[in-house]
């Protein structure tokens, strides 16, 4: 079984982001950076379909600058056979993303593309609808369980007010949802192998794609949420303030 | 110029009556200019039929814009659309902030909410979503288009539907949601929020702990990797109010903190704060709106 998983570097959930002083953009010194959350997940499932379909080859993707490196090898620790370093400094929107992604994935000819959901910077979860239509195959969002079956797959993901199950044959994009599993931690060692693995690497554009040079989605500027006035501790007697918070409420 | 705005109907078993978030996204729609059209989709959801039959009709019919609701399927055709015509494709939109020829700027957050973007997209159709609550509901448009799911070719179909009879309102689509954090202690815990919530009519929400816990779903899950809320009242029980928590909510008109620890993050934060037992404050709040 061919497994690629596409994994993003994004800025740690629990980093406050600040927006350099001409607002068009965040201050990148400042930010730590991580796995997105939701890839983890991805890398995560590949690793047990592997262990339980021996001869599996998983391939770790991301585009991004040098230090995107660190989140390819964070996944060549926890499973990954090989990484692909797909380089690139410049904003793409999320149809030059899948067209990138379109074109070095689909020379693989993997049976199944894992990845996030979303990521937890921009928020589009656009790129792994649109890599399947790109590569003609199906996809499956949000995943909450997976099963493989032979040349199929049957996942269970949240729907309307209750659930689905969806089954598809492969090669498939699917895109993993929090509780899709238990993601592990890298070994110490297996991280210091990881340092050492040689990544592939590809400029973005030495790919020739047209997208890559334009946008169509453009950030002007950003701004801070709006502060929300301070609150108010209610006091007295429990219920005394039970019933003042009532009458706001009501 | 036409706008077409996806009509979701409501699992609510009443006959064509359409989710309050895709009136909402009527809303929005009206601020774009030109025609407003509700799409309504015929036949069974797939991720391809959805999307090859809505792309298919968008290349007859040329509309400037298409417009919904963000939701989870939304979020799963929708791309798949944008791919097929070269659009735009933005979800979680709040705000319309301007348009000028094809080129329409909207706010949205960024960074899972720690951020407002006003971002610009260029091309037609454009295809917007916005979030939910962030438009008041407007009127069902009077044209509608009847568009049919495509079924040849599908390779990933639903093969099962299990509705959850307990579930009948998301979390991210209620008015009012009692959430529950690692100070509810347990699953069984959670019956008080449950019934602060039926009472008032709204939704169980749960922090991150909670759902780590095991207490609660992943679907329950409020904050920076669950959902982002915007409803008339948060109630927060036993949640400290960590910065991953707060973006989730800090769109709520009006938020409760309910907390044992006067220090919580969230006491100074919340509009209204009672310190105190959550499992004797939330059954008197109970009893208030059951009277």
């Known amino acids: 079984m061919k497994i690629v998983v596409l994994v993003k570097q994004v800025p740690d959930t629990s980093a406050k982001v600040n927006i350099r002083s001409d607002g068009s953009d965040v201050d990148q010194e400042s930010i730590s950076l991580v796995t997105n959350p939701y890839d983890e997940y991805a890398i995560e499932e590949a690793a047990r379909i592997k262990k339980a379909n021996v001869g599996s080859t998983i391939t770790i993707i991301s585009i991004g600058g040098e230090k995107a490196a660190d989140v390819i090898r964070n996944g060549i620790a926890l499973g990954g056979d ?5 380089k690139n400094q410049a904003k793409l929107d999320a149809i030059a993303t899948a067209q990138v992604l379109a074109k070095v994935v689909g020379e693989i000819k993997p049976d199944l593309i894992l990845c996030g959901k979303v990521a937890v910077d921009d928020g589009w979860g656009a790129v792994p609808p649109m890599l399947a239509e790109y590569l003609d195959i199906p996809h499956i969002t949000a995943v909450k369980k997976l099963d493989l079956n032979g040349n199929a797959i049957t996942a269970e993901k949240d729907f309307s007010t ?18 899709l599993n238990e993601p592990r931690y890298a070994s110490l060692m297996e991280m210091m192998k990881a340092k050492k693995k040689e990544l592939k690497v590809i400029d973005v554009g030495s790919l020739g794609i047209a997208e890559v040079g334009t946008s169509i989605i453009e950030t002007l500027k950003l701004n801070y949420p709006p502060e929300r006035p301070a609150g ?3 006091q007295g007697d429990l219920s005394a303030q039970v019933k003042e918070l009532a009458g706001k409420l009501k | 110029m036409d706008i077409w705005v996806i009509l979701e109907l409501a699992p609510s078993g009443v006959e064509g009556q359409v989710k309050e978030s895709s009136l909402e996204a009527v809303s929005a729609a009206g601020k774009l200019g030109g025609t407003v059209k509700g799409i309504i989709f015929e036949g069974d959801f797939s991720s391809e039929g959805y999307a090859e039959a809505l792309s298919a009709a968008a290349k007859e019919k040329s509309p400037a814009v298409i417009v919904g ?18 659009s735009p494709y933005l979800p979680d939109c709040t705000g319309i902030e301007n348009i000028s020829g094809d080129e329409i700027t909207v706010s949205r957050p960024l960074y899972t909410g720690k951020l407002v973007s006003q971002t610009k997209v260029k091309g037609k159709p454009a295809i917007l979503t916005f979030r939910p609550k962030a438009f008041a509901p407007g009127a069902a448009p009077s044209e509608t288009i009847k568009i ?6 599908v390779r990933a179909k639903i093969k099962e539907i299990v509705a959850d009879v307990k579930k009948k309102l998301d979390v991210a689509e209620a008015e ?12 069984d815990g959670f019956k008080v929020l449950e019934e602060l919530a039926a009472a008032m009519g709204g939704a169980v929400g749960a922090s991150r702990s909670a759902v780590d816990f095991g207490w609660r779903p992943v679907s329950d899950q409020v904050g920076q990797t669950g959902k982002i809320v ?55 709040l109970t009893k208030e709106f059951k009277s």
């Open chain 1, 82 to 86: 090989e990484g692909i370093h797909i």
């Open chain 1, 162 to 179: 209750g659930s689905a199950k969806v089954e598809s044959p492969l090669p498939c994009v699917v895109t993993c949802e929090k509780g």
């Open chain 1, 232 to 234: 108010k501790v209610l």
């Open chain 2, 69 to 86: 609701a963000t939701n989870p399927i939304s979020r799963d055709y929708l791309p798949r659309v944008a791919a097929k015509l070269g």
């Open chain 2, 148 to 153: 049919t799911a495509k079924t040849d070719g």
């Open chain 2, 176 to 187: 009012v949601v009692v959430s529950g954090g690692r100070g509810v202690g347990s699953a």
């Open chain 2, 230 to 284: 915007a409803p008339k009242i948060y109630i927060a029980c036993g949640i400290s109010g960590a910065i991953q928590h707060w973006v989730g909510i800090q769109n709520a008109k009006t938020i409760i903190a309910v907390n044992k620890d006067p220090e919580a993050p969230i006491i100074k934060k919340a509009d209204y704060s009672i310190v105190g037992d959550l499992f004797e404050v939330v059954p008197l």
